[in-house]
Nanobody
Framework: VQLQASGGGLVQAGGSLRLSCTAS????????VGWFRQAPGKEREFVAA???????RYTNSVKGRFTISRDSTRNTMYLQMNNLVPEDTAAYYC?????????????????????WGQGTQVTVSS
C-alpha cells in the first residue's frame, strides 16, 4: 500500500489542523494505522493509532486534543489536531500495519508498521 500524507501547515497556538493520509494500492480498512511525528534533532515519536472496531490509542501529550479516524469509503485516515501548542511542531508521518497485526500494546512502536507515508510539516507559532 502507498500512503500520501497532506494537510500540514503553519498555524498559531490554539489553532487546529486536520491531517489526511490517503492510501492507494490496497484497502486501508485491512490495516491498523497510526500517526508519528519527528521534530528536528529528536527521534520519531508515536502520536496515535487506530484499528478496526474503532479502538484508538494516543500519546499522553495529545490526549483530549487530537483525534485519529479512518474513512473506509475514501480509503483515508485522518488526524484532527485541536488546541495546538508550539511543542506539536514536527513533521507528521502516517503509517500502516498489515496482517498479522502487531499486538496492540506494541502499536506505539514505529517498528510495528510496515508502510509509511512521506512527512507533512506542522508548524505551530506562539
Amino acid at each position: 500500500v502507498q500512503l500520501q500524507a497532506s494537510g500540514g501547515g503553519l498555524v498559531q497556538a490554539g489553532g487546529s489542523l486536520r491531517l489526511s493520509c490517503t492510501a492507494s494500492g490496497r484497502t486501508l480498512s485491512n490495516y491498523a494505522v497510526g500517526w508519528f511525528r519527528q521534530a528536528p534533532g529528536k527521534e520519531r515519536e508515536f502520536v496515535a493509532a487506530f484499528r478496526s472496531g474503532g479502538t484508538t490509542r494516543y500519546t499522553n501529550s495529545v490526549k483530549g486534543r487530537f483525534t485519529i479516524s479512518r474513512d473506509s469509503t475514501r480509503n483515508t485516515m485522518y488526524l484532527q489536531m485541536n488546541n495546538l501548542v508550539p511543542e506539536d511542531t514536527a513533521a507528521y508521518y502516517c503509517a500502516a500495519d498489515s496482517p498479522p497485526f502487531a499486538i496492540w500494546s506494541e502499536m506505539s512502536s514505529a517498528s510495528s508498521y510496515d508502510y509509511w507515508g512521506q512527512g507533512t510539516q506542522v508548524t505551530v507559532s506562539s
